[in-house]
């Protein structure tokens, strides 16, 4: 294949080291081990990892918004001894290069292909290539319901019809929206150009991303249609799957022990870690709703109405060494007095630093904690041009104004990232700053 020249003029997605079970990174509570599940547990082994979450580490647990389970909390001492007990379980576990399929992959009856096979298929011939960047994601999507189309990847292959037959189309970099279109391809096809594509980034150093190979390519054109995980999904006549999950991606493991023994209880024969950090429980539909019923009342995430689910907030101060602000604190308060601007047409992102972990892409508000300041971001990164400067005592004050403001502009129709737009930073600096 011929080679593609390098765009360096994009420094997306270099966000630094990605923590492994056998290579966890160190933050600001301890080191920090990732459990990157390939299939469904059952309920009873997510709850050992729990156990072994409060034995080893700080009993913390995160969920990622790609749907990996993290510990937190480990030592120098306990994080080989994790890893041991974890291998033990003899889980799915995932090992070398990421290439990730939807949640419901192969149950889900809408999706155009099932995309897992082709996702071996690139595994096993991508598994000798050396000097990948720690981060290189590969994403192959079967175009069902719960797309991965969010979510930024340096490859991204996705179903789609051509002429009555299955063809799959290659993005570069971004999100299938944000993306490039490199070629659409047979799957064999397919196959051998992305694995041509991963030994082409890997010649350039582990510094390239995606992106870098798609300077000359045209922006996808399509934009896809959500579904939230936070949901009842019916897969059969006897096969039901539930979203839920922790507010903002992390709980202590005695809650989800909690939550697993129930399952358990109600006969739940699996469990997912999913996109936008949830879980997915699968089994009857009885079963699903009292679940979710039974999370509901143990204050997990469980519905899309939620508005703890429109906020990205990273771990923050003090667990992240780079963090800032206390960011879940922040953000909780937020989904309590700031609801009605938490509508479901943007991530309100409450970043601990700039490098904007939670929530890599631009976006309609960002709260970004500073050294010595909040700075307040519109319609970019967190590492965007603020339109105004705070202080830390003032954030949620400040908050609310701005959502009294998008309250008392917003027109008939008209959602809130779409008000937050047309309000524009200057106005949105007044209401920030009063006098």
């Known amino acids: 294949m011929t080679a593609i020249a390098r765009d360096r003029a994009d420094p997306d997605m270099r966000r630094g080291a990605c923590p492994a079970l056998s290579a966890p990174m160190m933050t600001g509570d301890g080191l920090l081990a990732r459990v990157p599940l390939t299939a469904a547990i059952a309920p009873e082994q997510l709850a050992d990892l729990c156990r072994l979450a409060i034995r080893y580490g700080n009993g913390m647990i995160d969920i990622s918004a790609r ?20 291998r033990a379980l003899d889980l799915p576990l995932r090992d070398g290069l990421a290439v990730e399929v939807p949640p419901l992959a192969g149950e ?5 292909a099932d995309p897992r096979p082709l996702a071996d298929a690139i595994s096993h011939g991508a598994r000798d290539i050396k000097g990948l960047a720690p981060k290189t994601s590969v994403i192959v999507d079967g175009a069902g319901r719960l797309t991965l189309s969010g979510l930024i ?18 993005l570069l970099g971004g999100t299938e929206g944000s993306g490039r279109v490199f070629n659409v391809l047979t799957e064999a096809q397919a196959v051998e150009a992305t694995v041509s ?8 150093g582990s510094d390239a991303r995606g992106r870098d190979l798609a300077s000359d390519l045209p922006v996808n054109d399509f934009t896809a249609a ?27 493991a005695g809650n989800l022990i909690a939550l697993c023994n129930e ?44 508005p703890r689910g429109h906020i990205a907030a990273c771990t923050g101060r003090p667990a992240c060494r780079s963090g800032t602000i206390a960011t879940h604190e922040i953000a909780t308060r937020a989904a309590t007095e700031c609801a009605d601007l938490l509508d479901g047409s943007f ?46 005592a003032d954030t949620n004050a400040t908050l609310r104004r701005l959502a009294a403001l998008v309250r008392s502009e917003r027109r008939s129709g008209e959602n809130s990232a779409a008000c937050l737009a047309r309000i524009g930073p200057d106005r949105l600096r007044q209401a920030a700053i009063p006098g």
């Open 197 to 204: 594509l991963l030994e082409n980034l890997a010649s350039l």
């Open 347 to 392: 991530k309100l992102h409450v970043s601990g630093c700039p490098k904007g972990c939670a929530h890599p892409q631009a976006t309609a508000l960002t709260l970004c904690g500073m050294p010595d300041h909040v700075s307040l971001v519109a319609s970019a990164k967190a590492s965007g041009q603020p339109f105004a400067s705070i202080a830390f």
């Open 153 to 170: 990847a340096d490859i991204r292959l996705v179903a789609v019809e051509a002429g009555g037959e299955i063809r799959w189309k290659i």
């Open 67 to 86: 749907g990996n389970l993290q510990i937190r909390g480990l030592s120098e001492t306990s994080a080989p001894r994790l890893e041991a007990e974890v």
């Open 108 to 112: 889900d009856a809408t999706e155009i």
């Open 263 to 306: 399952a358990t209880r109600l006969d739940l024969r699996t469990v997912k870690p999913a996109l936008d950090h949830s879980l997915l429980f699968f089994g009857s539909e009885t079963a699903c709703r009292t679940l979710t019923a039974f999370a509901a009342d143990t204050g997990f995430v469980t519905s899309a109405a939620d």
């Open 226 to 252: 959500t579904v939230s995980p936070f949901t009842l999904h019916t897969l059969s006549k006897e096969t039901f799957a539930t979203g839920i999950g922790p507010a903002f991606g992390q709980t202590h």
